[in-house]
């Protein structure tokens, strides 16, 4: 098993959503985030002053698959975050050790 954590701009989350539906991937978590990475945030002006807005908005989302699996959700996160600008994102794959659904205490696969 493998924990993919997706870091992507909030309006893409309903296309990446699409495209892991279309490959048969379902469930995640997604918790909303702040971040920069070479983009080094941006300035905006507010009230005729201009400030650096370091952090900019993000949105998390956790999703676990089959080793079997990662290859073609990578391939659905890409193609469904993709804009071809600075800021798009970045996905981590982890392995998972173990598995627990609290409610029926089914483990590994079973709790997936």
Do not use: W
Request: proline share 3%; glycine share 10%.
């Amino acid at each position: 098993m493998k924990k993919i954590e997706a870091i992507i701009k909030p309006f893409m989350l309903e296309d990446v959503q699409e495209m892991l539906a279309e490959c048969g991937l379902r469930g995640m978590t997604v918790a909303d985030a702040k971040g920069f990475g070479r983009q080094r945030g941006h300035t905006e002006v507010y009230r005729g002053s201009e400030y650096e807005a370091d952090f900019l908005p993000k949105l998390k989302i956790d999703i676990l698959v089959r080793d079997e699996d990662v290859d073609r959700a990578l391939a659905a996160i890409i193609e469904g975050a993709k804009t071809g600008k600075i800021g798009d994102g970045k996905v981590f794959v982890t392995p998972v050790d173990e598995i627990v659904r609290i409610r029926t205490g089914e483990r590994n696969k079973e709790a997936v």
